[in-house]
């Protein structure tokens, strides 16, 4: 098991990071760091926007884990990008509840209307849209998710229209 470990040996991350990775291991009882991996994740996604290879070898290492361990709850989990994404990232529900009430036409509706496959992101940066598993909302569907924080319900073509419009007059 690791103690304390320096910026240098998580891979170069910096020392603010290990300061935020210190305090959600500090939840844990030592013999339990570990269970640190998902906030760890959460924290390298929201300051550097996904989780790259590089980063599961620092969470890691930090953690005193396998990295192949790392690698299993990135991939596990939709909610961490496995590659860079758009300022805004489009989630459409398209499990069997939201797909019946429209679910995988909203995302078609979406990449269409942006010009985009699914999972894609747009030319300049802006959206990437792509499927998701249930977000638990099944009798407000269909359903997304706005960067990974604000669920929108009932999203017809219309209401999928003014979103797009609204996100993309919104400043930075």
Request: proline letters at 7%; glycine letters at 6%; hydrophobic letters at 40%.
């Amino acid at each position: 098991m690791m103690n304390d470990v320096t910026p240098q040996a998580a891979a170069g991350l910096p020392a603010a990071t290990l300061e935020r990775f210190a305090r959600e291991v500090a939840k844990y009882p030592a013999e339990q760091r570990q269970s640190a991996v998902m906030a760890c994740l959460a924290i390298v996604q929201q300051e550097q926007g996904w989780v790259s290879p590089q980063a599961e070898e620092a969470v890691a290492q930090y953690l005193g884990m396998p990295p192949i361990a790392v690698h299993e709850v990135t991939t596990f989990y939709n909610m961490y990008n496995q590659q860079p994404v758009g300022r805004y990232k489009l989630n459409v529900c398209t499990n069997l509840p939201c797909q019946l009430r429209g679910g995988d036409k909203a995302l078609a509706h979406l990449c269409s209307r942006l010009g985009v496959e699914s999972y894609g992101s747009t030319a300049d940066g802006t959206f990437t849209v792509q499927p998701s598993e249930c977000l638990g909302a099944c009798a407000d569907a269909p359903v997304m998710l706005v960067n990974d924080r604000q669920m929108l319900s009932f999203m017809s073509p219309e209401r999928l229209d003014e979103l797009v419009e609204l996100l993309q007059k919104s400043p930075g």
